[in-house]
């Protein structure tokens, strides 16, 4: 089984579970899709026709959890097809020396395990300084597609609600 799964869920900081009720409390609508766990771009490409909704334009994303020269962490989210190299991101961002942060990081600073990472970790990401930054393609899209904490589950957002999302728990987003 998949450490990453919902069947581990309850040994994050904020459950998948948690996650989902809070946004249900706080009136943000998703659509939830479950699935095998999903740890690389192919294996969700696989499963994607099943959550794409007709006339919707939608994000797929991709993550990548980084940290700097100066030990800030990053969390990139990219359409799932974009080429990524770190020189450049690094020139972007004004980030010098990017490199993968550790699994150990990732719970610590996000709260998830590897396979997971999301936008919507965010919520733990904040308190902890990390920086989000936002494929630019997203503010023209009408919903994104991203795994609530778990690699085997996804949600369908509108762009709106993850927006809201984002605001309510304090979280600025810089576009790439």
């Known amino acids: 089984m998949d450490a990453a799964s919902a069947a581990h869920h309850d040994a994050l900081p904020i459950s998948s579970d948690a996650l989902l009720a809070q946004l249900t409390e706080w009136g ?7 699935h095998v766990p999903l740890r690389t771009v192919e294996e969700a490409k696989q499963v994607e026709a099943e959550m ?3 006339g919707l334009s939608s994000l797929k994303i991709k993550n990548l959890y980084l940290r700097d020269r100066k030990k800030r962490n990053y969390l990139i989210s990219v359409e799932q097809d974009r080429e990524i190299d770190l020189k450049a991101l690094s020139k972007e961002i004004g980030a010098g020396g990017l490199s993968f942060g550790s699994s150990d990081r990732l719970m610590q600073n996000l709260g998830i395990l590897p396979g997971a990472v999301s936008p919507l970790a965010m919520i733990t990401g904040v308190d902890q300084d990390v920086r989000f930054y936002m494929d630019a393609a997203a503010r023209d899209v009408d919903v994104i597609y991203m795994h609530p904490l778990v690699n085997d589950r996804t949600v369908m957002m509108a762009r709106g609600d993850f927006l809201t999302f984002l605001a309510r728990i304090g979280c600025e ?3 790439i």
């Open 28 to 34: 943000l609508a998703f659509t939830l899709f479950t």
């Open 173 to 175: 987003i810089h576009w």
């Open 52 to 54: 794409q909704q007709p």
